[in-house]
């Protein structure tokens, strides 16, 4: 019979402590309880011959032997003749005693319909690889030393460059700060307006959760503010005048996909203006639209009033860790401020995504993700109006997740039934703060579902929501 770790323990460290502390054998014990206990065996290694620790240890082979005997007594380890002595898997439970949990391998269902995942299967392996190589290659010897907090000088130019062209905005590359992402993005605004006065900020309901966490992070209070068919209610952030900070997704809203109307971009503008505020723009799809003219950025419109939000985490992988943000002129010294500097990504990553940049190698992924979304969802809308043309869908013009609205049944409901069926989808209610107004609808994310996947996973969430009670038009199974 196998065990389910083979991993050797030969290069553990072990604090056996001081003669005081005890006999040999018994500190040893300790020591080898304790690197169980603490996750450095893990279950299934096998422990080096008792011979062999001696010799490393500096002790008879006699001390290890009782070690080794006392642990397998209390079942910490077993033993079987002609094989190593190995770490028991059962002991695992024991570590969650001593306050350790224990990491389950993650769920991998068969079908994720979780939002905001791009198609890591299309990841440009060859040309990402090629740009860190010519990175690697050309980088000077003092670019290999401390990086500039902002970011690699070519990667700004590039992205600011980018920014202007592609999404509207007004810019310098002295404004744009090369980020671990967009949270990391916000932290550091976030901070920077903490020092500036601001206690509190307003947020999207429903919206991103680890936005919230990051405001709280930085030490500011969220206020979570409704979003209707136009987006932001901004009547409802007037009403809050200790409130002069908003983070928005005004080109498709998350989760509920909806594009702030013309006349409340105008009128959050007028507020941040009116207030000295500021409006943190979260651009994190805006890439991808499909039945509608694009929308331009709203830092475009209030380059003063509006800081810009942006990463690859959509676009390419969430693994590269890189973002940026766009930095009003009269914000630029707070974050750049001791306490408001977070950490940017690898240099190398920075020149490597520049590189990206500047070959079209960019443009031309995106464009290529745009053709792949639009069949995707194009596929995933015709399944549901096939199998559940009683549920009605929005927020599909963009992005790569859309709202199903469910008649009939309760969407935890679904969600549970569909987790039974090894479909994971979201329920919006996970997104929301407040009263709820956007309730009883599901998140359902396509960007990293195969297009193969597509029917048997709309099937699968008919099944669920006929099971919930929900009307789906399908005959009874």
């Not at 079908?111 to 791009?118: H, I, K, T, V």
């Not at 392996?125 to 980088?139: C, S, Y």
């Not at 600011?160 to 980020?179: N, P, T």
């Not at 990293?448 to 969430?461: C, F, I, K, M």
Request: charged share 25%; net charge positive; proline share 7%.
């Amino acid at each position: 019979m196998g065990h389910p770790r083979t991993d050797p323990a030969w290069g553990t460290l072990l604090e056996l402590g001081e003669q005081a502390a005890g006999p040999l054998h018994l500190r040893l014990v300790r020591a080898l309880r304790a690197a169980v206990v603490g996750g450095r065996i893990a279950p299934g290694s096998a422990l080096p011959p008792s011979r062999a620790l001696a010799a490393d240890l500096g002790c008879s082979r006699w001390v290890v032997t009782e070690a080794y005997g006392q642990l397998v007594a209390e079942g910490y380890f077993e033993a079987r003749s002609g094989s190593a002595t190995r770490v028991r898997a059962q002991s695992a439970a024991r570590a969650t005693a001593y306050g350790r949990p224990v990491q389950q391998a993650p769920w991998r269902p068969e079908f994720d319909m979780l939002p905001g995942m791009p198609d890591l299967r299309e990841f440009p392996r060859k040309r990402w690889a090629d740009a860190v190589r010519e990175a690697a290659d050309t980088l000077t010897p003092t670019e290999f030393g401390y990086p500039d907090p902002a970011g690699h000088h070519a990667l700004r130019e590039r992205i600011a460059a980018h920014l202007v062209r592609g999404r509207g905005a007004a810019l310098d590359a002295g404004q744009l700060v090369v980020s671990g992402g967009t949270l990391d993005g916000v932290l550091r605004l976030c901070r920077a307006l903490r020092a500036a006065g601001h206690t509190h900020v307003a947020m999207e309901d429903p919206g991103w959760s680890r936005l919230r966490t990051a405001v709280t992070a930085a030490g500011l209070t969220v206020v979570a503010t409704p979003v209707d068919d136009d987006g932001l209610r901004v009547d409802v952030l007037r009403r809050a005048p200790h409130v002069r900070a908003v983070i928005v997704a005004p080109a498709h809203q998350f989760p509920t996909g909806v594009v702030l109307s013309p006349p409340r971009r105008a009128e959050l503008v007028a507020w941040a203006r009116e207030m000295d505020g500021l409006v943190m723009e979260d651009d994190y799809d805006a890439e991808f639209r499909y039945d509608r003219r694009p929308v331009g950025s709203l830092q475009g419109m209030a380059p003063e009033r509006v800081a810009l939000l942006g990463s690859l985490s959509k676009t390419l992988s969430p693994a590269l860790r890189i973002g940026w943000v766009v930095v009003p002129h009269g914000l630029l010294d707070g974050v750049y401020a001791a306490d408001a500097v977070g950490s940017p990504p690898p240099v190398i990553d920075q020149v490597a995504f520049s590189r990206f940049l500047e070959s079209g190698s960019y443009d031309r992924h995106l464009r290529a993700s745009r053709l792949r979304y639009r069949r995707r969802r194009d596929s995933l809308l015709a399944e549901i109006a096939q199998l559940l043309p009683r549920q009605r869908v929005s927020g599909a013009a963009a992005g790569f997740h859309l709202l199903l609205h469910l008649t009939g049944c309760a969407a935890g409901d679904v969600v549970r039934g569909a987790a039974r069926r090894d479909v994971r989808l979201a329920d919006v209610a996970e997104y929301e703060a407040g009263e709820g107004a956007w309730s009883g609808a599901l998140v359902i994310g396509y960007g990293n579902l195969a297009d193969s996947a597509v029917p048997g996973a709309v099937r699968r969430l008919a099944d669920a929501i006929q099971e919930a009670g929900g009307a789906t038009g399908q005959k009874p199974g």
